[in-house]
Every structure is written in C-alpha cells, then in structure tokens.
C-alpha cells in the first residue's frame, strides 16, 4: 500500500514529507516554549525592556503560519506539478510576511503598553494620543505588508500604490488642519513640553494642564474658566512652564526717606540680609543702596526660593517684609512714600512810577533805541 503513488509520489514519500512538516512545527513550538521561559526568567531579575519586548515578540509567533514554511522545506523531496510547487511556495511566503508582520505588531503593541502605563501616572491625557498612534502604525505596517502580499502573488501594485498616493494627498489637503493637531498631539506625548499638571503660561493666558487630545489642548485657568488652545498652534507659541521650576529667583525694591542720617543708611543693607538669610528654604544673593529715586533713597535685594511653590514664597515674602517694618520702626527709619517739596522765594517787589531808578532805566532804554 505504501508503493501507491499520489501525484507521482508514493504514500511512502508523502508521510516523510508529513513527517518532516510536523517536526518542524513541533521544534518552532518547542523553541517558542524555551525563549519564553528562559526569557521570562531573566525579565524577573533585570529592570530593562528589552528582554520583555522579545517576549511579546516569540509569544506572536503562530504555529499555524510556521506549518506552511514547514510544509514548503518539506516538499522538496517530492516531485510535485510547478502550479502545485509554485503555490506552496508563494503560501510559504505570505506565511511568512504575515509572520513579520505580526512580530512587528507586537513589538508597537509594546511599546504603547508601556508608554501608557507611563502616561497613567504622569500624563493620563496622553493615552488618548498613544491609542491614535497605535492606529496609525498598525495601519500603515499591514498596509505595505498587504502590498507586498499582492505583489507576490503576482498583482502589479504599482497603479494601486499611485491612486493611494494621490488620494492619500487628496485627503491630506482636506484635513491638513485637523492632521497638523494630530502630530503635534504625539508631538506633545513624545517630546512632553508639558504634562497633565502643569502649570504653564502660553503668551497672555496661564492656566494649569487638564487635558491633552487629538485636537485641543485644556487649560483650566486661576479664574476658573476653561481655556482650549488647538494643539498645533500651541506649539508655535512660547510656553512657561512653572511647574518645572527648580528654584524661584526673587527680586525686590524699597525706599528710604531722603532725611535717613548717613549712619542708618550705611546698616539698611546688612539688616536686610540678616532678615533674608534667617528665612527658611532661602538663599541670599544680594543686598545694595541701587540708586537715588525721585523722592527716596532706593535699594534692591536678590533672593532664591530652594521652594518653587508660589505660595511659599508669598509665605516667605510676607514674612521678610514683617520683619524690615518691625526693623526699620525700631531704628527710627522710615520708608519713603511719593512727595514734592515747594521751594518759595523771595516776593518781587513792584516799583512805582515815581521810583528815580525806575526812570532812570527808562531814559537809559530810551536812548538806546534807534
């Protein structure tokens, strides 16, 4: 029975052909098993992702696809009809294209995972963004894989390739606004100029992040309304970000009355750096006499908040101008306020017609006219 011949090859060859597809599949499932294991036990021991990337990878490999391959090394011991072997062998190449491309949908699978497990703790807004990217890149990785696929089996693709090109432009001018928001939506995820949190100031409007979308950006501001910038023209402005402040530099003036004895003036400037440097999460810079003002002798201190919260340092602030009030009152010196100071002279005194002096200087002009 095993000499019956089946397309010119006996059952005999047609089991070792099976025989050997079979234990190809069965060393790709068996391999598959090991990566995954010795893998997993080295992702338990090490904090890099790369180990867990090559799991989701070997984890994506399907059996099913590994079989057609395995089918395809295993017919070369048979003699099989060139429709028959062309197939197998163009199954076997779509088999392993789908392969790929599920190795690669893995890998971005991946990715979003863990950057949206990063963006639940810093950035909940940008999930919306990463799910948007997600559909962009499985969309443009199966279509060129589907491209490809056509191509092998023999459909010129290349007129398919230009209608998508040219409608693809055809869309693109027809959204360009709402395509502009949507890159400089994962412009913001990627490159994080600011986070849901923050608080930032975007030319005259300030406000803190609520949220990051597709298309708008939200700010709720100190008034309490909710400001909405598009996110495209958001990244063409000139963004503070206070949220990312490390230390706050502090600069502040004060006058003195202009009748300050010369002796208290030359102490205002120690006095005011002993009540700064005595501040808690403090750091003094500077202290000087800076200039003569209108109607004060004028001095500027220099300080740093170590504490960028505005709160604190309005804390601090008050508590610094307390103590110069409580201070200078003890010194008997005091600050100076807007005045003008009339200076009166001497009344004119108006002559009369009989003044001889008077006359004298008429005559005098008199004579010297033409």
Not at 47 to 68: C, F, N, P
Not at 70 to 90: F, T, W
Not at 105 to 117: C, G, K, M, N, T
Not at 265 to 284: G, N, S
Request: net charge neutral; glycine share 8%; charged share 20%.
């Amino acid at each position: 029975m095993l000499e019956f011949e089946f397309l010119g090859n006996s059952l005999l060859r047609w089991l070792y052909a099976f025989i050997v597809a079979a234990a190809i599949v069965i060393l790709v499932w068996a391999v598959r098993g090991l990566v995954v294991r010795r893998l997993g036990a080295i992702a338990r021991r090490t904090t890099t992702s790369l180990d867990d990337s090559l799991i989701a990878v070997v984890r994506r490999t399907k059996l099913w696809l590994a079989g057609l391959p395995a089918l395809l090394i295993a017919s070369r011991s048979l003699v099989l009809p060139d429709k028959l072997d062309g197939g197998l062998a163009r199954a076997a190449e779509i088999a392993v294209i789908v392969q790929l491309g599920l190795w690669l949908a893995a890998l971005l699978d991946f990715w979003i995972a863990r950057s949206r497990e990063r963006a639940a703790a810093e950035n909940p807004g940008a999930t919306t963004s990463l799910g948007a990217l997600a559909f962009v890149g499985k969309l443009v990785l199966w279509s060129m894989l589907t491209l490809v696929v056509l191509d092998n089996l023999g459909i010129d693709v290349t007129a398919m390739i230009a209608g998508l090109g040219v409608g693809g432009v055809a869309v693109a001018l027809a959204v360009q606004n709402i395509l502009g928001d949507l890159f400089a939506s994962l412009s913001i995820v990627i490159d994080k100029p600011f986070v849901v949190g923050d608080f930032i100031i975007v030319d005259d409007y300030m406000g803190t992040v609520e949220h990051v979308g597709l298309k708008t950006t939200r700010l709720r501001s100190l008034g309490g309304e909710q400001l909405v910038f598009s996110n495209s023209d958001l990244l063409k402005s000139r963004l503070r970000n206070y949220k990312r402040m490390r230390e706050r530099r502090v600069v502040f003036k004060f006058g003195i009355l202009y009748e300050t004895p010369v002796a208290k003036l030359e102490k205002i400037a120690d006095q005011v750096r002993e009540i700064v440097v005595a501040q808690p999460t403090v750091r003094f810079d500077r202290a000087h006499f800076a200039s003569f003002g209108e109607s004060s002798y004028d001095f500027e201190v220099v300080y740093w908040m170590l504490d960028p919260d505005f709160n604190k340092y309005m804390d601090t602030q008050q508590a610094i101008n307390l103590a110069m009030v409580r201070k200078f009152e003890a010194e008997g010196i005091g600050f100076a306020y807007p005045t003008r100071m009339l200076h009166v002279g001497e009344p004119l005194r108006i002559r009369s017609a009989n003044d001889p002096l008077q006359s004298t200087d008429a005559v005098t002009q008199r004579s010297e006219s033409p």
